[in-house]
């Protein structure tokens, strides 16, 4: 750009001020002969004192009133836009709808889409809490193979009276005792005020011929012996506490009586536990 303006000023004739602008010194510029008779051409003043002045309104004008509207130069500063408008902030902002169309806010045409857009994205977060909130109840909730081993089923038929039947029940033995009508009358012959943990054998069973406890001793979980101990019930070697026919401590460290596990009969000959 300055190498074409160079140009154009080395083709002028250089002249004194007053040749050039006359006497008027408020002349910005003459109609100066070509070398063709018919074609004249404008050449700005070139006085000394003026040379700076016109220099940055020539190359602009060589260089960008081809592209921009005579009328828009004064818009058009040597900052840019962004910095121009934060060395010059103002609350007027204006629009420039050359290219798009601008609607009003609340325009009646536009009202609907603005409602099936929110309308349409509220449901949306909507369904994704939903499926949060599922996805963390159902990670509490127990897997289907705790759930196989929450309940046990056992076949009682085949267990003679008087005879004990340990089962694995939620990785813990359980003792499934058929007694005899002598076990029965031991068991509901005891003083319960002698007792450690006192407990009536009726509290204890469902059916008085059947007893089931869960095989662990309660001192530091051990698991007592079947029909041993000095009560003719169970007896851990461990520490030496004996347990009676209905599963409670007589004698030993153990401080509680043998835990009765949740249990029901589906018929006679039918046990399920949990």
């Known amino acids: 750009m300055l190498r074409i303006a160079e140009r154009r000023f ?11 602008c006359g006497h008027n010194p408020l ?3 003459v109609s100066v002969a070509s070398e063709s008779p018919s074609v004249s051409r404008f050449v700005p003043c070139l ?12 190359i602009r004008g ?7 509207p005579a009328h828009d130069m004064e818009k058009i500063s040597g900052l840019p836009a962004t910095v121009a408008a934060m060395k010059n902030p103002t ?9 798009h169309e601008r609607f009003p806010p609340g325009d009646p045409s536009k009202r609907a889409f603005a409602y099936f857009v929110l309308t349409g994205g509220r449901f949306v977060y909507a369904s994704l809490i939903r499926l949060l909130v599922l996805k963390f109840v159902l990670s509490m909730s127990a897997s289907k193979d705790v759930l196989a081993l929450a309940s046990l ?7 003679e009276p ?12 359980v003792f499934i005792r058929r007694r005899s009508k002598e076990d029965i009358k031991v068991a509901n012959s005891v003083d319960i005020a002698s007792l450690r943990d006192p407990q009536e054998d009726a509290v204890r069973v469902k059916n008085p011929e059947w007893l089931i406890v869960v095989g662990v001793c309660t001192h530091l979980g051990c698991i007592p012996l079947p029909n041993a101990g000095d009560f003719g019930g169970w007896f851990c070697p461990c520490h030496g ?3 009676d026919v209905s599963g409670r401590i007589r004698k030993g460290p153990a401080p509680y009586n043998l835990e009765v596990p949740t249990y029901s009969f589906l018929d006679e000959n039918k046990l399920l536990v949990g």
């Open 10 to 20: 080395s083709s002028f004739p250089w002249r004194s001020s007053s040749t050039l």
């Open 27 to 29: 002349n910005d510029g």
């Open 47 to 58: 006085s000394p004192l003026s040379f700076s002045s016109h220099l940055p309104n020539l």
């Open 62 to 68: 060589l260089s960008s009133e081809a592209l921009t």
């Open 91 to 99: 609350s007027k902002i204006v629009y420039d709808e050359h290219n």
């Open 153 to 159: 089923e056992v076949d009682l038929s085949s267990i």
């Open 162 to 173: 008087g005879t004990t039947v340990t089962v694995k029940w939620r990785g813990k033995p």
């Open 241 to 243: 506490s004996h347990y």
